[in-house]
């Protein structure tokens, strides 16, 4: 009985094993695809709603107004979280795009500007 037991502890059944690998792979593989998709959506939501005035991150209205980083910080917009609120409430002569955008539509397309910003909009 001890003999058995220990046996079990040592090798583990293959169910054990298909259950242990099927739990890393969700662990390893979803992250990236919720990344994705965020990174996607980003982009669609930009493409939308945004480029028709800020195509490239400039601004075809007021062009000190632009989404690149040098203005964005001369502006007081330091991260993400301040421009999700401009694309929710408009900013100046800007509107608000909270109902077209959809729930945290506004943030997902602000992490996207805001990515972009730091690569100066440069697209891989
Ligand atoms: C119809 C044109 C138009 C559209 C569409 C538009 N914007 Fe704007 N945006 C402007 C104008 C004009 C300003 C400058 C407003 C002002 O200061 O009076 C501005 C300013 C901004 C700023 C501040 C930039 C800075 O450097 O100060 C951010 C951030 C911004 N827009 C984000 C967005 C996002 C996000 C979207 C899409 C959801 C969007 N805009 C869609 C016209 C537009």
């Not at 293959?14 to 996607?40: G, R």
């Not at 800020?54 to 991260?79: E, F, T």
């Not at 077209?100 to 996207?112: H, M, P, R, S």
């Amino acid at each position: 009985m001890a003999i058995k037991n220990k046996n079990s502890l040592l090798i583990p059944n293959t169910n054990s094993f298909l259950i242990i690998l099927f739990l890393l792979f969700f662990l390893i593989a979803l992250p990236k695809d919720l990344i994705a998709l965020d990174t996607d959506s980003g982009k669609t939501l930009f493409k939308n709603f945004c480029a028709g005035c800020h195509i490239n991150g400039g601004n075809i209205i007021r062009r000190s107004k632009n989404l690149k980083l040098a203005s964005l910080k001369k502006n007081g917009i330091n991260d993400s979280e301040s421009i999700a609120k401009i694309a929710r409430q408009g900013i100046g002569i800007m509107d608000g795009y909270s109902e077209q955008l959809g729930e945290n539509g506004d943030k997902i397309v602000a992490n996207w500007i805001w990515e972009q910003s730091q690569k100066a909009w440069v697209q891989e």
